[in-house]
Nanobody
Framework: QVQLVESGGGLVQPGGSLRLSCAAS????????MGWYRQAPGKQRELVAA???????NLVDSVKGRFTISRDNAKNTVYLQMNSLKPEDTAVYYC?????????????WGQGTQVTVSS
């Protein structure tokens, strides 16, 4: 059993910043890939940013230069630093982790955290 617990969402004005955190716990052997997805009302869930266990990162074009993804392997935690936020960043943000457990590979999702960018 693996749990992902997210924190850090909220309401922020345009141009503001937020930092999301996601901590994984449970029967974890290794976490190969961690990322953040988001889903706005009426839209499909989309990948925002991802980071491998080796530290390689990938960000969607719309957030490049504004968002940074990082992870602390020792804490099984991934972070998403979001700067210069825009109203179009408003969405529920979900943490994702591709986890190796003693029972095999698992795709794990957090419960989601709301990010609202509005004046």
């Amino acid at each position: 059993q693996v749990q992902l617990v997210e924190s850090g969402g909220g309401l922020v004005q345009p141009g503001g910043s937020l930092r999301l955190s996601c901590a994984a716990s449970g029967s974890i052997f290794n976490i190969n890939y961690m990322g953040w997805y988001r889903q706005a009302p009426g839209k499909q869930r989309e990948l925002v940013a991802a980071v491998t266990s080796g530290g390689s990162t990938n960000l969607v074009d719309s957030v490049k230069g504004r968002f940074t993804i990082s992870r602390d392997n020792a804490k099984n935690t991934v972070y998403l630093q979001m700067n210069s936020l825009k109203p179009e960043d408003t969405a529920v943000y979900y943490c994702y982790a591709a986890v190796s457990t003693i029972l095999g590979a698992r795709d794990c999702w957090g419960q989601g955290t709301q990010v609202t960018v509005s004046s």
